[in-house]
């Protein structure tokens, strides 16, 4: 039976995590990228099936906001629900870290992503022009939010008052 369970990205995740990442975007995120964001305390998880690293997710987290800055699944992986699994988690994340929005950005040739978010209420609010770098160009990327439940933080923390 295979397992899959969810841990905080960490160093020994990094290459894994940029493995993906590669296979993901034409102009992925660097080391340096991923370093920074574990050393600015970015809620990151990865996804791991048999204790191999299949995914992740780095939310930025404030008490109005939280900015999905990044979240990817291995190729193999893909369409078996995984990435709406993960996604779920850093809503719930954002959601009891008391932030009252989440903010993302997609591009906007990615339909299958943008069919998760919509999927996940994410309603489209703009568009960031020449967002995304390409190899010929610019691609503009919509940014989508998302209201998240009000009051979940105090639920958690305040029940037994």
């Given at each position: 039976m295979?397992?899959?369970?969810?841990?905080?990205?960490?160093?020994?995740?990094?290459?894994?995590?940029?493995?993906?990442?590669?296979?993901?975007?034409?102009?992925?995120?660097?080391?340096?990228?991923?370093?920074?964001?574990?050393?600015?305390?970015?809620?990151?998880?990865?996804?791991?099936?048999?204790?191999?690293?299949?995914?992740?997710?780095?939310?930025?987290?404030?008490?109005?906001?939280?900015?999905?800055?990044?979240?990817?699944l291995t190729s193999a992986k893909r369409g078996q629900g995984l990435g709406k699994e993960l996604l779920e988690k850093m809503i719930i994340a954002a959601e009891v870290m008391g932030s009252k929005e989440m903010f993302l950005e997609v591009r906007i040739s990615n339909s299958v992503a943008i069919d998760l978010y919509k999927a996940l209420d994410f309603k489209e609010i703009g568009l960031r022009k020449n967002y995304y770098r390409l190899e010929n160009g610019r691609e503009d990327a919509i940014l989508m939010s998302k209201p998240l439940k009000k009051g979940l933080l105090s639920e958690f923390f305040f029940s037994s008052i």
């Open positions: 295979i397992k899959t369970e969810y841990d905080y990205l960490g160093e020994q995740d990094i290459e894994t995590v940029l493995d993906i990442e590669r296979e993901s975007n034409p102009f992925p995120w660097t080391l340096t990228n991923f370093k920074d964001c574990i050393e600015k305390g970015y809620y990151s998880l990865v996804l791991k099936e048999d204790e191999e690293v299949i995914g992740f997710a780095i939310l930025s987290v404030s008490t109005e906001e939280s900015h999905l800055l990044n979240i990817g």
